[in-house]
């Protein structure tokens, strides 16, 4: 496993390891504040005049964003802004509308998107539950080996301890012992094709992001939604999106 961490200032150097960060009870308070600010100021943004269309223009490998729970495809938006102004052209399902769906069925929509559109060497830019959907289109669904790689950004690959305390099942089914969570966990040759992005303090997933086997880069943001419009993330999103399309045609062994 590669993991890599980010200094406040400095650039991201790769260690075999990353200790644990202690975090004030205050500083955890404040961050989850500014999370949840964050979170309500990007569903009113969902309302504006930016469509999807914007996106669709570039000559570099496609990619395809899937957002987390409850979040429609514009909360993407500082990401798909940063890989579209690289010369990427980035699509979105808004049939995923929220992303209320259980993970099979949405990952079979996301493959039937690429189908459609006659999609290859895809580049997966996901958040939260959308790292799940990618990782299962990923080793259940693409018999074609249509996804390169993905970029996953705050995902519950282990699950959240929080899940158990959910009111509804489409939150409850985030456990670690959940049949699709479970059934993930235990596919690792996909792994080595993952970037796993997290902050050190995430407000809805306690036990981080890390993923074995995969890229692992731990960036110093705390939160679950304000990681997305950090300069940092976007740094750590297009340096993947290049080792993606340096790797492409090297065979799968060799990512």
């Keep these: ?17 990353a ?13 989850a504040a500014l999370d949840w600010w964050y979170a309500a100021r990007w569903q009113l943004r ?4 930016t469509t999807a269309d914007d996106y669709r223009s570039g000559e570099g490998q496609p990619v395809v964003v899937i957002p987390g729970v409850y979040e429609t495809w514009h909360f993407m938006r ?10 990427h052209p980035v699509h979105v399902l808004a049939s995923l509308r929220h992303n209320l769906r259980p993970v099979p069925e949405s990952a079979e929509n996301v493959l039937g998107y690429l ?5 290859h060497d895809v580049l997966v ?15 259940r669904l693409d018999d074609h080996d249509r996804i ?12 959240s301890g929080y899940a158990r305390l959910a009111p509804v099942r489409h939150l409850r089914v985030f456990r670690a012992s959940d049949p699709v969570l479970a059934g993930l966990a235990r596919e690792l040759d996909a792994n080595a094709r993952i970037t796993s992005v997290y902050g050190v303090f995430d407000t809805l997933i306690p036990e981080g992001s890390a993923l074995a086997g995969a890229t692992n880069v731990r960036l110093p943001v705390g939160g679950h939604f304000r990681i997305l419009g950090d300069a940092r993330t ?7 999106a290049d080792a993606s399309a340096g790797g492409r045609g090297a065979g799968r062994d060799s990512a």
């Design 148 to 159: 390169d790689r993905m970029v996953a950004v705050s995902t519950p690959f282990a699950g």
């Design 1 to 17: 496993m590669t993991d890599a961490t980010a200094s406040e200032t400095g650039p991201m150097r790769a260690d075999r390891t």
């Design 19 to 31: 200790p644990p960060v202690r975090i004030s009870l205050s500083r955890r308070a404040w961050w």
């Design 115 to 119: 189908r459609e559109h006659d999609l």
């Design 234 to 240: 976007r740094a750590a999103v297009l340096a993947a």
């Design 46 to 49: 969902s309302l504006g005049p």
């Design 125 to 139: 830019v996901a958040h939260s539950k959308g790292g799940l959907i990618g990782k299962y289109a990923m080793t």
């Design 78 to 87: 500082p990401l798909m802004d940063a890989l579209h102004d690289r010369g």
